[in-house]
């Protein structure tokens, strides 16, 4: 994916001069960046996990930023992914397990965690395996895990997605609804701000990342078994036009979840928080704050 910068793009983002450092856990040393005010004593550190292929440096910079006026934002890059080191996780479990290793290491007994797509897996995992480390949940075009009531994605998504290198299009019709090739741009320009760049995933890594996501929606592990025990607050955006976790997904979550909220966003796809990075990062912050003010109180 590759795009000139047009002079609508060119602002200043924090989170694109953030600088990448890293925690070593065991053998595994993790990449990671942090932007935001210092964490005051009312508020909680919120960890971001990516999504399949996804690195440090593909988040969006309009979206951590506006989350990152507010929140301490941890971006977290798991084994071999990017400038991590170590050995590509094999399962879900195993990648909550490494994220949970993470947040320790870097001394916080308590975060919030904010997932997309796969990352959204993850979140679920490290809530129920780690209900003490985990204070809340937001997930973002995300799923429940496979059971006879899920709607499957599209054929043609994982063909895409597994795409060497993605064409404007590939991303459009991954992250975007039909239509939107406008805010597609922007956030492709907003995307190619940062210089210092993540090396690409691997193909080991990706093969990795593809079959464990099989596995989870496919029901082989059963996760979605689990969903009653994530008793955690959690917050689940969508898109109504999203091509791999079509909307009754998000309901089948709603219906499990024993504390959750949704926010369907209209004409908007897989990556809602792409195409209105400053809509749905207020959602998040509201989402956030009101549970801060609860605790308080």
Excluded: C
């Excluded at 550190?45 to 934002?73: M, S």
């Excluded at 990352?119 to 395996?129: R, S, T």
């Excluded at 709603?254 to 949704?262: H, N, V």
Aim: net charge negative; hydrophobic share 40%; aromatic share 8%.
């Amino acid at each position: 994916m590759s795009s000139s910068v047009s002079d609508r793009a060119v602002q200043s983002y924090r989170s694109v001069e953030v600088e990448t450092q890293y925690v070593e856990v065991g053998d595994v040393r993790y990449a990671y960046r942090e932007l935001g005010p210092e964490r005051p004593a009312d508020t909680t550190p919120l960890v971001f996990l990516h999504r399949f292929r996804g690195t440090l440096d593909d988040w969006d910079p309009a979206f951590v930023d506006t989350v990152a006026e507010h929140r301490h934002v941890i971006l977290f890059s798991d084994a071999a992914v990017g400038s991590s080191t170590g050995s590509p996780a094999t399962s879900v479990d195993q990648k909550a397990q490494n994220a949970a290793s993470f947040v320790r290491a870097l001394g916080h007994g308590v975060v919030d965690v904010l997932g997309f797509s796969m990352g959204g897996f993850v979140a679920q995992a490290i809530a129920v395996q780690e209900p003490a480390l985990v204070r809340k949940v937001v997930l973002i075009g995300s799923g429940p895990g496979g059971n006879p009531e899920t709607d499957p994605h599209t054929d043609i998504v994982f063909e895409i997605a597994l795409k060497p290198e993605y064409a404007f299009e590939d991303v459009r019709y991954l992250f975007f609804a039909e239509g939107r090739e406008t805010e597609t741009q922007a956030y492709i320009e907003r995307n190619s701000l940062r210089t210092d760049r993540e090396p690409v995933v691997t193909a080991e890594t990706i093969q990795a990342m593809a079959g464990l996501i099989m596995d989870f929606m496919g029901g082989k592990t059963g996760h979605y078994s689990t969903l009653a025990e994530l008793r955690q607050p959690t917050l689940i955006i969508n898109g109504d036009d999203d091509h791999f976790f079509p909307v009754k997904n998000q309901w089948l979550l709603l219906r499990e979840l024993p504390d959750a909220q949704l926010a369907i966003y209209p004409q908007a796809g897989h990556a809602p928080h792409q195409q209105h990075p400053e809509a749905v990062a207020a959602q998040v912050n509201r989402f956030l704050e009101s549970r801060d003010l609860e605790a308080s109180r």
